[in-house]
């Protein structure tokens, strides 16, 4: 974009301002027209004195296009206000049973995928406690896979999902939180035959068992 108030200081500008012109009309042309540059320039710069963005009035998202999820969007950083505190031990006991799974079992998918680090990223890009994968945490809503208490509200809710799915099977739903649903299916049932798959349900399950009394229902 031109910045007018330059032009009142550029080479045109002064062409004009300094061109001589011998009619009384010229002049009064031309008076109006520096007048009307200097009130552009002015303008200009009271314009652009303006904050680049505007912050929480919501006027610049509010022009955003809105991205269309399957789930609502969840809420940043907003647990239930009745919580004792934001320990992670509370967010997660809070957004399983939120979302209908067992907290124990929550918190041991949160262990072996982040070690309950919030800003743990994987080498194929999954983010957060429950390390939701770009495509997975925009369907379940997530906006913020960094914030605690989105992602574990997703995890929790695909889990669910998955639970469902396989008839709370638990095995099973695991092996699709670490696989893929499409990977169970083709497996007809059963977990599916890799090595880190095969490791990993064991697992969980054995810290499901551990968390038992530290997160109960």
Excluded: C
């Excluded at 919501?58 to 239930?80: E, R, V």
Aim: glycine residues 8%.
């Amino acid at each position: 974009m031109i910045d007018p108030s330059k032009i009142v200081s550029s080479g045109l500008a002064r062409s004009v301002t300094n061109a001589t012109v011998n009619s009384p009309a010229s002049q009064a042309v031309q008076t109006r027209t520096n007048a009307f540059l200097l009130e552009l320039g002015q303008a200009y710069s009271r314009l652009s004195a303006l904050p680049a963005t505007v912050g929480s009035t919501g006027t610049a998202n509010a022009l955003a296009p809105t991205i269309s999820t399957a789930q609502p969007p969840i809420s940043s950083s907003q647990p239930p206000a009745n919580l004792p505190d934001r320990s992670l031990q509370t967010l997660v006991t809070a957004a399983a049973r939120q979302e209908g799974v067992p907290p124990a079992l929550l918190a041991a998918v949160v262990e072996a995928e982040s070690g309950f680090q919030p800003g743990a990223v994987s080498s194929a890009g999954a983010k957060g406690l429950t390390q939701l994968m770009d495509g997975t945490a925009s369907r379940l809503g997530v906006t913020n896979p960094f914030d605690p208490w989105q992602n574990l509200v997703g995890g929790a809710r695909f889990l669910h999902q998955l639970i469902e799915r396989y008839s709370n099977n638990y095995s099973l739903a695991l092996a699709a939180y670490n696989a893929g649903p499409g990977a169970v299916d083709a497996a007809h049932g059963q977990i599916p035959p890799y090595p880190e798959t095969q490791t990993y349900v064991p697992r969980v399950l054995a810290l499901y068992q551990k968390y038992l009394t530290t997160f109960p229902s």
